[in-house]
């Protein structure tokens, strides 16, 4: 249905194809062209841009999440989209969200029109918590700290947008990059030495998606620990449960967007279980474009070993020698998670940009 948001301005939903590889639609086409124009209006940087053919698989429901989107119109013109997540673990009362209009259709009220009608959705489909990830810019002069106490954000017009609708700052992230050259890589074969040497009890395994049998069942349990041991301040992000079954959903979701990922993982030596890993992806289709650090985890009962640096070292030694015409790696991490942080400044990951996590009580 589609819903009037100002006298100009439309939210129409964004119907998708019944099968992923029947192509994109004229109206996916210029979502994803909207989408990718605001990212940069955002960040100034083409990191996260997809193309309409590698959004289109990402767009779709999953074990875990419902998903919908809307293109915002105006004058017949697609200026904006919203996109949300509904996760299906917990009490699948949680959704995820994000609302981007072009910089030159703002302050004209169509984004605040745009979250009503969001809100409004989510509560019809039993969502009672919205989070939002969003990347915020300034001079500095005027901050907004995180509650949790590590970092800060600048209040800047989107900083303004969520706090006067509701939302909260429950944390902040950091982006860092790090670029491979000689004395990197060369610091990188050091550090994974002195780590090995402190994990003699674990060996490493590494492979790239889609993963061994030998491994899935470990790799499923790691994934779900994602959600339990990785600070999240208080976001109330739900416990996730994982399985054979979701591992290899999300290994089809890669492979049909055209990415490929490298797992590398710490294997105990005495029992078999995988203990630790570190993942890192590309777009297949172009092996100099940047690389992503996804998710990176140690298992609380095996952590003081320096598994963290073992599978991060290793993981990214062994992606270079798959992707040397890569530039740089980007990777995430709240600014509460110094264990990994350190790790990741002892490296030469450098920050480059701060989200806020923003979350709102829908009642």
Known sequence: MTIHLT???????????????????????AYAEVRNRTIKETSGREDDALSPEELLPVLYDSIASKKRQWCIEEDGETIGCVAT???????????????????ARTGRGIGTAALTALEGALRV???????????????????????????????????RF????????????????????????????????TAQAHASDYRVVQWMLPTPDEFVEGYAWMKSRMSTDVPDAELGTPVEVWDTTRVRELEAHHAAKGFAVQVTAAQHVATGELCAFNEL?????DPADTSHQHDTLVLAGHRGHRLGMLVKTAGL???????????????????????????????????IAYEGAWKKELK
């Open 7 to 29: 006298p100009s301005a439309v939210l129409r939903p964004l119907e998708l194809p019944a099968r992923a590889d029947a192509g994109p639609t004229p109206l996916l086409r």
């Open 85 to 103: 997540a509904m996760l299906q673990d917990g009490d699948a009362d949680t959704a995820l969200g994000v609302i981007s209009i072009l910089k």
């Open 125 to 159: 489909e039993g969502i009672r918590h919205l989070m939002g990830w969003v990347e915020h810019h300034g001079d500095g002069s005027d901050m907004l700290h995180s509650p949790t106490g590590f970092g800060a954000v600048p209040r800047d017009g989107a900083a």
């Open 162 to 193: 969520l706090d006067r609708r509701g939302f909260r700052l429950e944390q902040v992230v950091r982006t860092s990059a790090w670029s491979p050259d000689a004395a990197s890589l060369a610091h990188l074969r050091r550090a994974r030495e």
């Open 281 to 285: 992806a590309i777009r297949a289709s």
């Open 317 to 351: 030694l062994g992606w270079h020698a798959r992707y040397p015409r890569s530039p740089k790696v980007l990777t995430y991490n709240a600014e509460e998670n110094r264990p990994m942080l350190d790790i990741n400044e002892t490296l030469g990951f450098a920050p």
